[in-house]
């Protein structure tokens, strides 16, 4: 639970860096297809000294890692950080935090995992807590709603729920290991962003960016990226996807912080509510009385 708490809290830096980055012109696809190849290449190093034989690939694991690195990583990287381009930090954090609501829903059809009622009731309540942060700037139309950026921003929770389950169904002994999950899943997704990148923006915004650009990048890559989702998936060996989706989000609570202590943001009343909501969330699947063993199965 702690793993998933850990990457839950890296994630929570994701917003307030890829908005920054975003502010200063910084060509997305360039974020996103770094963001994959970097931590891919490092995990792929790692696991080369470690467990080499997770970098072998059978024929019959391509297509799932294909699905995955496509419609999980590429749809999560794409669709938040393009849906910053539009959108505030705080309306993206609303539609992608529906996931949690996603994963209850598809967690029996793609895990065979049926959610608990404390996981249903805590993605629930984190529901509530996110439209409560930002409720009253939607009504009063304080925040800038945009049809594109409403539809990355949709895209990044349906990636989000498609990689939470996925990855739970692989740590249960599935065809793929986690490892080569992992590793492929974002180097395939580099490729796809690459092709994607080559084909649209191109690639002569790498010769202009500042030092600080590749710095963040570089922050995104290493340290959100690899070690944020290297927590999520060594969590998730001890956790339902469902209660993992509900813990990680203690992202929200780390990004109203931010938005305080280091980019001087007032935080409202309402969000404040919110992040309290959300720590009850978190304690309420905690204190489940069933132990992931028992749910499952192994």
């Known amino acids: 639970m702690l793993l998933v708490l850990l990457a839950g809290v890296l994630w929570g830096t994701l917003g307030p860096v890829g908005k920054a980055l975003s502010l200063v012109e910084t060509d997305t696809l360039t974020v996103v297809f770094s ?7 490092a995990a792929f190093l790692f696991l080369a000294v470690k467990a080499p034989g997770h970098l072998r690939l059978r024929a019959s694991q391509v297509p799932l890692l294909l699905f995955y690195s496509l419609f ?46 404390m996981e249903i009731a805590g993605a629930a309540v984190i529901f509530l807590a996110v439209v409560l942060a930002v409720g009253p ?55 796809f962003m690459g092709i994607g990148k080559t084909l649209t923006s191109g690639w002569g915004d790498l010769a202009s960016l500042e030092p600080g650009q590749v710095g963040w990048i570089l922050y995104l890559s290493l340290g959100a990226t690899l070690f944020g989702y290297s927590s999520f998936y060594l969590g998730l060996r001890h956790v339902t996807a469902a209660t ?11 990004a109203f912080a ?41």
């Open 244 to 254: 993992a989706g509900v813990i990680g989000t203690v992202e929200l609570v780390t």
């Open 137 to 191: 700037s939607l009504l009063s139309g304080g925040l800038t709603v945009s049809l594109p950026g409403l539809s990355w921003a949709a895209l990044s929770a349906l990636g989000m729920t498609l990689y939470s389950l996925f990855a739970r169904l692989c740590a249960r002994g599935g065809n793929v290991p986690q490892g080569t999950l992992f590793v492929y899943g974002l180097l395939f997704a580099a490729a």
């Open 258 to 298: 931010l938005s305080f202590f280091a980019m001087g943001q007032p935080v409202t009343r309402n969000e404040l509510a919110a992040a309290a909501m959300i720590v009850g969330a978190i304690a309420l699947v905690s204190l489940r009385k069933e132990s992931p063993c028992s749910t499952t199965g192994s």
């Open 72 to 117: 999980g990583v590429c749809a999560i990287y794409c669709g938040f950080f393009m849906s910053l381009n539009w959108l505030s930090v705080a309306l993206t954090e609303v539609i992608f935090f529906s996931y949690p609501l996603l994963i209850a829903l598809l967690s029996p059809l793609i895990t065979g995992e049926r959610p608990a009622p």
């Open 35 to 41: 963001r994959a190849l970097l931590a891919g290449l």
